[in-house]
């Protein structure tokens, strides 16, 4: 697995130094670009509920700080590292400068299995986790949120203990909260609904009714739930597969997004769904469908597997779904692929929303913050698709160069480089 999760770093660097070429970036700037600012790497000690003490390892990366204070989500997961934390603070950097968003790219990990702590356990770690970087972290440094097994809770505590240690209520210093406790309105379903933003862009592009539109969701959490439940409820599609860390499942008529959800939620999986055949997570990704959306992990979309995928539009959802080799071949087959750093990207941008309102002391309403995300993420998708077609590369070549052209016009800027 170490060597897997290595491959996004390399294939992050790759798509760096392709664009980099086109950007006439120096050997000096190049060589800035490709590793973070700065790492920290911690040991928490936390009290499990057995009476024992166990030690986590976790990392906080601050890729690029030249746009603004960084920002990236915190993943708990067993197999995370800190080459997957690395590249995952690039692709924020460039999500953000992509995006038009006054902040850089961070992101966190902690080599846990939530699956197997308690409630108690995990909030206990999660305070530890902000004890440990705290030094380094802030409204105006650097802003952790959600990522893959942290949720709203987990940012609630994140939130208290971050304010504990300064004395003060900071509710600014993380996003991705309950709205309670100056959460957005919107944030839960901001990066599946941004997404699909950008995959009704696209279909008008390749002139694809999704109304008739079959659509397959490759992780069934709260990205990939949303996306299933938000391409049924907006567009009316018709979504004929999820699949979660278990297995897959298939209707050909059609699932009910909201009523898997409950049969997940009761049951600890997607699978033995009521009516529906049960695929394996490989199979999912070669059905017969007009849109693709991978919601889960990295490295999912391969050079084994890429020429069997018969999607026309791949909507990366998850962060790094496709590796390099993988690309190409969807490329030579010509599928529309949508990049993580365009697709995703309203998280952070509703994240973004987040934090301006805690800093204003403003609230604003679903409809405000969804009119305003769907504005960014069109602007986001024309402009990177008019780059692509004018420039005749690929949608994201053309991402990385408008994103990282951003990056470097600020270092410029500040004398950085
Ligand atoms: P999550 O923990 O809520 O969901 C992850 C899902 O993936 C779970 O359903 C899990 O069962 C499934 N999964 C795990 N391993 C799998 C495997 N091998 N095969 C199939 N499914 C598997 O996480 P999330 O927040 O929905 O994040 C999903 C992806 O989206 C990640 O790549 C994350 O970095 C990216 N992302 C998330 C956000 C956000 O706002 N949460 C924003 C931008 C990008």
Same mark, same amino acid.
């Not at 939530?114 to 970087?133: D, M, T, V, W």
């Not at 990295?298 to 999607?311: D, H, L, P, Q």
């Not at 496709?322 to 529309?336: F, M, Q, R």
């Not at 009119?371 to 053309?398: C, D, G, I, P």
């Given at each position: 697995?170490?060597?897997?999760? %290595?491959?996004?770093?390399?294939? #992050?660097?790759?798509?760096?130094?392709?664009?980099?070429?086109?950007?006439?970036?120096?050997?000096?700037?190049?060589?800035?670009?490709?590793?973070?600012?700065?790492?920290?790497?911690?040991?928490?000690?936390?009290?499990? @509920?057995? !009476?024992?003490?166990?030690?986590?390892?976790?990392?906080?990366?601050?890729?690029?700080?030249?746009? !603004?204070?960084?920002?990236?989500?915190?993943?708990?997961?067993?197999?995370?590292?800190?080459?997957?934390?690395?590249?995952?603070?690039?692709?924020?950097?460039?999500?953000?400068?992509?995006?038009?968003?006054?902040?850089?790219?961070?992101?966190?990990?902690?080599?846990? &299995?939530?699956?197997?702590?308690?409630?108690?356990?995990?909030?206990?770690?999660?305070?530890?986790?902000?004890?440990?970087?705290?030094?380094?972290?802030?409204?105006?440094?650097?802003?952790?949120?959600?990522?893959?097994?942290?949720?709203?809770?987990?940012?609630?505590?994140?939130?208290?203990?971050? %304010?504990?240690?300064?004395?003060?209520?900071?509710?600014?210093?993380?996003?991705?909260?309950?709205?309670?406790?100056?959460?957005?309105?919107?944030?839960?379903?901001?990066?599946?609904?941004?997404?699909?933003?950008?995959?009704?862009?696209?279909?008008?592009?390749?002139?694809? &009714?999704?109304?008739?539109?079959?659509?397959? #969701?490759?992780?069934?959490? &709260?990205?990939?739930?949303?996306?299933?439940?938000?391409?049924?409820?907006?567009?009316?599609?018709?979504?004929?597969?999820?699949?979660?860390?278990? !297995?897959?499942?298939?209707?050909?008529?059609?699932?009910?997004?909201? @009523?898997?959800?409950?049969?997940?939620?009761?049951?600890?999986?997607?699978? =033995?769904?009521?009516?529906?055949?049960?695929?394996?997570?490989?199979?999912?990704?070669?059905? @017969?469908?007009?849109?693709?959306?991978?919601?889960?992990?990295? =490295?999912?979309?391969?050079? /084994?597997?890429? !020429?069997?995928?018969?999607?026309?539009?791949?909507?990366?959802?998850?962060?790094?779904?496709?590796?390099?080799?993988?690309?190409?071949?969807?490329?030579?087959?010509?599928?529309?692929?949508?990049?993580?750093?365009?697709? =995703?990207?309203?998280?952070?941008?509703?994240?973004?929303?987040?934090?301006?309102?805690?800093?204003?002391?403003?609230?604003?309403?679903?409809?405000?913050?969804? %009119?305003?995300?769907?504005?960014?993420?069109?602007?986001?998708?024309?402009?990177?698709?008019?780059?692509?077609?004018?420039? =005749?590369?690929?949608?994201?070549?053309?991402?990385?160069?408008?994103?990282?052209?951003?990056?470097? /016009?600020?270092?410029?800027?500040?004398?950085?480089?």
């Amino acid at each position: 697995m170490g060597s897997r999760r %290595s491959k996004l770093l390399e294939d #992050v660097k790759q798509h760096l130094c392709t664009c980099a070429e086109g950007l006439k970036l120096t050997p000096e700037m190049e060589a800035f670009l490709e590793m973070p600012m700065r790492e920290l790497y911690v040991s928490l000690p936390v009290h499990m @509920d057995d !009476g024992s003490i166990k030690v986590f390892r976790g990392f906080r990366v601050q890729y690029n700080e030249a746009l !603004g204070p960084t920002k990236g989500g915190v993943r708990f997961h067993p197999e995370d590292t800190i080459e997957t934390t690395r590249a995952l603070a690039a692709l924020m950097t460039w999500k953000c400068a992509l995006h038009k968003l006054p902040l850089g790219g961070a992101k966190g990990g902690v080599i846990c &299995n939530p699956k197997e702590l308690s409630h108690r356990e995990i909030e206990r770690l999660s305070r530890a986790y902000i004890r440990g970087i705290y030094q380094i972290i802030g409204p105006d440094r650097d802003i952790p949120a959600p990522d893959v097994y942290t949720n709203p809770q987990v940012m609630a505590w994140m939130m208290d203990e971050y %304010s504990k240690l300064a004395g003060k209520n900071v509710f600014g210093a993380i996003t991705g909260k309950p709205t309670i406790l100056g959460g957005s309105a919107g944030r839960y379903d901001a990066t599946a609904r941004g997404g699909l933003y950008t995959v009704r862009e696209a279909a008008k592009k390749l002139g694809i &009714n999704l109304k008739t539109a079959r659509v397959a #969701v490759h992780g069934f959490g &709260n990205v990939g739930y949303h996306a299933a439940y938000l391409a049924k409820k907006m567009f009316g599609c018709k979504v004929v597969a999820v699949s979660d860390s278990k !297995g897959a499942i298939f209707s050909a008529d059609g699932l009910d997004p909201e @009523d898997v959800s409950g049969h997940k939620h009761s049951t600890g999986s997607v699978l =033995n769904y009521p009516g529906a055949k049960t695929l394996t997570n490989e199979e999912l990704l070669e059905l @017969d469908v007009e849109i693709l959306i991978p919601a889960s992990l990295e =490295n999912v979309i391969t050079k /084994e597997n890429a !020429g069997k995928v018969k999607a026309r539009i791949l909507a990366e959802m998850a962060n790094g779904p496709t590796t390099i080799e993988g690309e190409a071949i969807l490329n030579s087959k010509g599928v529309h692929i949508i990049p993580d750093i365009l697709c =995703n990207g309203g998280g952070v941008i509703v994240s973004y929303f987040e934090m301006v309102q805690n800093y204003s002391g403003m609230q604003w309403g679903e409809e405000e913050i969804r %009119s305003r995300l769907e504005r960014k993420m069109k602007e986001a998708y024309h402009s990177v698709y008019n780059f692509a077609s004018k420039n =005749n590369v690929t949608m994201r070549q053309a991402a990385y160069t408008l994103a990282v052209g951003r990056v470097v /016009e600020a270092m410029q800027l500040r004398g950085w480089i």
